[in-house]
């Protein structure tokens, strides 16, 4: 059997979609419920994990608190928040659901910018291996984190972006500790190029290669979401057309090491995830590329090496 590719998503679009102000001009409510639906859309999938960044502009949901409802009704995908860094103080203040959902294992960071001085991936690891993690303002959230480093010596999984513009601080930085690299390039081969120099310097720091991912970032636009929404950068690569076609422009440059997997960037999240769940995957599924369900219900189980 071939080996198997991650897929995962970025649904920043279902944040920027809100619906008109009610009668009298009041604030329509934060689409909570839209942005579940769609982490339930993706788990269908069987995608590894979704991104949120709830930073850019006004009316953005409290990440947590979104990740938290929509952990309620989901049970195995990976649901990664971004940060701007792993400080050693406060990250952000957490409600006790959100803490659950970080204790049972799905939770995960995606680290934006770096602090000064610390670089992306915020202070050292302290013990072994958890990183120290602000307890927020809640008493039942600090419970549950002391007991989430307790059962689970490991600190969630963390990703980074990247470009091929390198190697520099950021690219050792995420070869020495980051789990995953949703990287940036303007063609598959700079791509193929900079996951092998990412895995060559994270063997020389003497961690296994292959645990860490790269990720190929790819904007999406499946037939009919008209372009608007989420923009990726310039040197991000596109997509345009039917899942077919993109499943088998995936499963080639699986196979020809461009990238472990692919982190999808909708043109217009509830219409492209719909492509990618009930016309991307299956067609990965059959040519063997995808794998048929979960093999474990944690993100770090999820970001395994395939096959």
Known sequence: MAAQLHLSAALDDATSDHRPAGAGGACPPPPYARWTRLVHL????????????????????????????AAGTTSRIGLVSAVAALPAGRLTPLT???ARFAVDGRAGWLVRTALPGTGPFGAQPHGRGAYAAGPGRHPAARRALSAARLRRPHRP?????LDVHGP???????????DVV????????????????LKHQAAAAGRDPNALRVL?????????????????????????????????????????????????????APTDLLAVVYGLVPKLRERGVFRSGYRGRTLREHLAPTA
Not at 157 to 161: N, R
Not at 168 to 178: F, G
Not at 188 to 194: G, R
């Open 216 to 268: 190929l970032r790819l904007g999406v636009d499946l037939g009919r979401g008209g372009g608007r929404g989420l923009r990726p950068r310039a040197e991000t690569l596109h997509f345009a057309g039917p899942p077919a076609e993109l499943a088998g422009l995936l499963a080639e440059w699986h196979a020809e090491g461009v990238a472990d997997g692919f982190h999808l960037l909708p043109a217009h």
């Open 96 to 98: 006790s659901a959100a």
């Open 182 to 197: 949703l990287l940036d390039a303007e063609h598959p081969a700079a791509a193929q190029v900079c996951r092998a120099a």
């Open 157 to 161: 999984p963390v990703a980074v972006v």
């Open 168 to 178: 520099d601080r950021r690219w050792l930085q995420a070869a020495r500790h980051a």
């Open 42 to 69: 993706a788990e269908q999938g069987g995608l590894d994990f979704v991104t949120l960044d709830g930073a850019g502009g006004s009316g953005r949901p409290d990440v947590p608190a979104v990740l938290a409802r």
